[in-house]
């Protein structure tokens, strides 16, 4: 097995862009609307999760999960998309995350491949309004894949696709299922976000200022010939 770094796999809302927030003001909206209480910590548990598995569980945080029909259902997430996608109609390129597009630059100067994995079926929007659509080797999003995060099959894929084994791939997430689904797929992950939450990956940051291509190589170098 060969001990070298050759991808870097990245989750998009919360770590290349702040989208997460955007996605947390529209459940509130719509919880809010169904006389749900909602918090930020539930939120937390909502991060990486698909749109209908979200609504799901918002749900039964008031037991009314059997209260509406499957149409039903489809209204309520496609009302909740409707507000995340107003919010999202402003994103810029300067609404990249501060500290990713010189991560990216530095991963690329050391030949690095970089992917994309996420489970939002707006990832490719959100992409293009960044202007980060071609900085990326390959893009998985939700509509190629079957099984959301935690399952590490869209991470599995994205290296795949990038004719990399998982072992040479990093993945950065914000979520904890995120973290999780690239554990789950053999890789090493850095998370950004809050320590204890996140304290299954192998680097943990705060925030994405502190990302650092060298400190994350040496890192993964380290665990690697562990
Ligand atoms: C993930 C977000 O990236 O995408 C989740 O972390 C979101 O919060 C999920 O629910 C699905 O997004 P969308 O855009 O398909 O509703
Ligand atoms: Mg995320």
């Given at each position: 097995?060969?001990k ?42 909502l ?40 919010l ?92 999780t ?13 809050d ?13 994405t ?17 562990q």
């Amino acid at each position: 097995m060969e001990k070298q770094l050759k991808a870097i796999i990245f989750d998009l809302d919360g770590v290349i862009t702040d989208t997460a927030e955007y996605h947390f003001l529209a459940w509130q909206t719509l919880s809010e609307e169904l006389g749900i209480p909602f918090t930020r910590q539930f939120n937390e548990e909502l991060k990486g999760i698909s749109r209908m598995e979200s609504l799901e569980k918002i749900l039964a945080l008031s037991r009314k999960q059997n209260e509406f029909t499957e149409k039903e259902k489809e209204n309520l997430a496609a009302r909740k998309n409707s507000l995340y996608c107003r919010l999202i109609e402003k994103i810029t390129p300067k609404d990249i995350l501060p500290g990713i597009s010189e991560f990216i630059a530095a991963s690329k100067l050391h030949n690095i491949k970089i992917g994309l994995a996420s489970v939002s079926k707006n990832a490719f929007t959100v992409m293009r309004r960044l202007e980060l659509l071609n900085e990326f080797d390959t893009i998985v999003d939700a509509k190629t894949i079957k099984n959301g995060k935690p399952d590490p099959e869209i991470f599995m894929r994205a290296a795949e696709q990038l004719g990399v084994n998982p072992v040479n791939c990093i993945g950065i997430e914000d979520a904890e299922a995120g973290v999780t689904a690239i554990k789950a797929a053999g890789m090493f992950a850095v998370g950004i976000g809050d320590q204890q939450r996140l304290a299954q990956a192998d680097l943990i940051y705060h925030v994405t200022t502190e990302l650092r291509f060298d400190e994350i190589l040496n890192a993964f170098v380290k665990k690697l010939n562990q």
